[in-house]
């Protein structure tokens, strides 16, 4: 069963910079189509943004324009650049096998999430 382990959160004041890395095991990763999440406590998971298998992006509006996916499949692993955070932008970031087509779009596959990572995003 696929494996994802997250890391590079912390705290950044409002207009920072963060990477996210998530490294994938158990599977082929370079088949998937991938995507970070992020919840903030009480709300649901919600999709920030998306990388197919060939490459393709796809971006939540609230992400448009300030972060990057990225992946290499060599290393088994997407990153997320993050830039111009925002207060609103504070959450756990998690990574997963994500449904890119129809729809679907958005839809988690894997039932196994990972620990995430905490991005606090202070004033």
């Known amino acids: 069963q696929v494996q994802f382990v997250e890391s590079g959160g912390g705290l950044v004041q409002a207009g920072g910079s963060l990477r996210l890395a998530c490294v994938a095991s158990g599977r082929t990763f370079s088949a998937d189509d991938m995507a970070w999440y992020r919840q903030v406590l009480g709300k649901q998971r919600e999709m920030v943004a998306g990388?197919?298998?060939?490459?393709?992006?796809y971006y939540d509006d609230s992400a448009k324009g300030r972060f990057t996916v990225s992946r290499d499949n060599t290393k088994k692993t997407m990153y997320l650049q993050m830039s111009s955070l925002k207060r609103e932008d504070t959450a756990v970031y998690y990574c997963?096998?994500?449904?890119?087509?129809?729809?679907?779009?958005?839809?988690?596959?894997?039932?196994?999430w990972g620990q995430g990572t905490q991005v606090t995003v202070s004033a």
């Open positions: 990388i197919d298998s060939r490459g393709n992006t």
């Open positions: 997963n096998r994500v449904m890119l087509g129809g729809s679907h779009y958005g839809t988690w596959v894997s039932g196994s």
